[in-house]
């Protein structure tokens, strides 16, 4: 059951009660575990090791399974490129929504710099509007060095910092010819 | 390893009802994969906001892990609507909502807090993050704000992103 406090038992701004509107209550409800477990939970709950282990080994096993559907979404960005940058509004919302999955998973699957330029992707589309679709040549850089990336996955780390830097540059440089043509 | 009650264990998380929002399958399966291997038995799967707002009210679960950016209706609007409903048919008002997102910037972590998210996790997402965010989802007493229109974590209070 909910128990009611004063606002001067809890954390954060709220606990100087002296701004805080007649009709704000302040409420401390049991954690699950305490639900849960009644009077056999005492807290702090112990982090198990075990599961951490096994938890990272379940990540392990899907990494292959990953990788072969990392290959076809890559595949699928280089055909929906060239429609997408034509205007067709279908093509634009599914290599985006495969950019922002691969700016999701990738890095949790052993490829951090997919991730990274799938995000750098993303970030440019999330705001570029119409104008950054037509001129295609950001996404076709973005596109490729996904692809490049996960062809060759050894690549030096500082390469592929540069190839990010050169990206964003890029992105930079679009937006300024957007703002100048107005 | 000495298990127990009060260990974050398979024994413990047997006892949790969580519910994916989720619109990326691959992501679902690996939030579903992983909340297996802790041992959660009992994982209700959505993929947007509204189904989500749904299986809320009908599965009653403990947690809810959600995506931020979902269409017709995102993360952030259910959460609002789960915090603005109260008691919605039984369903716990003060289940524990945790964002995974891909945006990290500060004012989409404030906009998550302000709806009523309880934690934020910054995708690309790791066992680790994922394991620590749900313990202290689930061990942690729950400090709630209450007023008209709004039952849900103190949108005042200090909120950044889990990082991996």
Request: with cysteine; aromatic share 4%.
């Amino acid at each position: 059951m909910p128990e009611r406090r004063t606002p001067s038992r809890l954390g954060g701004q709220d606990r100087n009660g002296d701004d805080t509107p007649p009709d704000v209550r302040f409420i401390r409800v049991p954690s699950i575990a305490e639900r849960k477990l009644g009077r056999e939970y005492v807290a702090p709950m112990r982090l198990d090791p075990r599961v951490l282990d096994q938890m990272q080994e379940t990540i392990r096993g899907l990494e292959t399974k990953y990788a072969e559907a990392l290959k076809s979404q890559v595949s699928m960005l280089q055909i929906l490129v060239e429609p997408a940058c034509k205007g067709d509004t279908e093509a634009r919302g599914r290599l985006y929504s495969l950019a922002h999955d691969m700016r999701g998973l990738a890095g949790t699957f052993g490829h951090p710099m997919v991730g990274r330029f799938a995000d750098s992707l993303c970030g440019y589309l999330e705001n570029c509007e119409s104008e950054g679709w037509k001129d295609g040549t950001v996404i076709v850089f973005h596109v490729d060095a996904i692809r490049d990336a996960i062809e060759n996955p050894k690549t030096d780390a500082a390469v592929t910092m540069e190839t990010l830097d050169a990206l964003e540059r890029l992105i930079e440089a679009s937006r300024r010819d957007r703002r100048k043509r107005g | 390893m000495n298990g127990g009650p009060t260990s974050a264990d398979p024994d413990f998380f047997g006892h949790l009802k969580v519910l994916i929002v989720e619109d990326s399958v691959e992501m679902r399966n690996l939030l579903t994969a992983l909340l297996e291997t802790m041992g959660v038995a009992d994982i209700v799967q959505t993929r947007d906001g509204k189904s989500g707002l749904a299986a809320f009210a009908r599965h009653k679960p403990d947690i809810i892990i959600t995506d931020g950016a979902m269409m017709p209706m995102d993360g952030y609007e259910m959460t609002r609507a789960i915090r603005a409903a109260g008691d919605a048919e039984g369903a716990n008002p003060d289940v524990p909502i945790l964002m995974i997102s891909g945006h990290v910037g500060r004012d989409k972590v404030t906009h998550a807090r302000d709806q009523g998210v309880t934690d934020y996790i910054a995708k690309p997402l790791s066992a680790d993050t994922l394991y620590k965010a749900i313990v202290a989802a689930v061990s942690k007493p729950i400090h709630f704000v209450e007023k008209p229109g709004y039952r849900g974590p103190s949108p005042r209070r200090s909120l950044d992103a889990r990082r991996s």
